[in-house]
T-cell receptor
Framework: GAVVSQHPSWVICKSGTSVKIECRSL??????MFWYRQFPKQSLMLMAT?????????EQGVEKDKFLINHASLTLSTLTVTSAHPEDSSFYIC?????????FGQGTRLTVV | AQSVTQLGSHVSVSEGALVLLRCNYS??????LFWYVQYPNQGLQLLLK??????LVKGINGFEAEFKKSETSFHLTKPSAHMSDAAEYFC????????????FGAGTRLAVHP
């Protein structure tokens, strides 16, 4: 099966700093990747669609300037949480599209202190 | 509107008992449908998928699901629960418009007790 690797699996940062999360498709090329956010005991909420070589498409209510997405290659998308605040603490999960399925990374637990 | 509804946020079964997790979708055209399992602090693992071929879909770990267009349902079942099945289960549908943008249900937490 296809493998998607997400790094880091957990990170603790100070309020006001930026954090970068990487999502890599290890054995296939993904022109489209997705970033989700999951609050404790809740479902996944789509944040944005990342397309290789073009600007990401953000869902309504998601701040583009706070959650910077870059998809510079067919195997790597990054999510940067800028000027992080405690309310940004959450579980972030990426997925890479290989039709007809989407394959998920392991997730990143972000804690902002 | 495109949506997925999972009935029952918590389901508890005895080990060896039947597992039934319910999922209904809202769509004028049958979408691709998926069931994922999530263990604590981990990503999602695909259990099975419906892509308009066979209506009875078999997945990993003994799970299966039946697509019923008349009921707009895609319920997940397993004949005999195992302790290791305890996890969060998400039903999802592919959103219209291509790619693989998924719309998730709220999730069902399955507890398995001895």
């Amino acid at each position: 099966g296809a493998v998607v690797s997400q790094h880091p699996s957990w990170v603790i940062c100070k309020s006001g700093t930026s954090v970068k999360i990487e999502c890599r498709s290890l054995d296939f090329q993904a022109t489209t990747m997705f970033w989700y956010r999951q609050f404790p005991k809740q479902s996944l909420m789509l944040m944005a669609t990342s397309n290789e070589g073009s600007k990401a498409t953000y869902e309504q209510g998601v701040e583009k300037d706070k959650f910077l997405i870059n998809h510079a290659s067919l195997t790597l998308s990054t999510l940067t949480v800028t000027s992080a605040h405690p309310e940004d603490s959450s579980f972030y999960i990426c997925s890479a599209s290989r039709l007809p399925e989407a394959f998920f990374g392991q997730g990143t637990r972000l804690t902002v202190v | 509107a495109q949506s997925v509804t999972q009935l029952g946020s918590h389901v508890s079964v005895s080990e060896g008992a039947l597992v039934l997790l319910r999922c209904n979708y809202s769509s004028s055209v049958p979408p691709y449908l998926f069931w994922y399992v999530q263990y604590p602090n981990q990503g999602l693992q695909l259990l099975l998928k419906y892509t308009s071929a066979a209506t009875l879909v078999k997945g990993i770990n003994g799970f299966e699901a039946e697509f019923k267009k008349s009921e707009t349902s895609f319920h997940l079942t397993k004949p005999s629960a195992h302790m290791s099945d305890a996890a969060e289960y998400f039903c999802a549908r592919r959103a219209d418009g291509g790619y693989n943008k998924l719309i998730f249900g709220a999730g069902t937490r399955l507890a398995v007790h001895p």
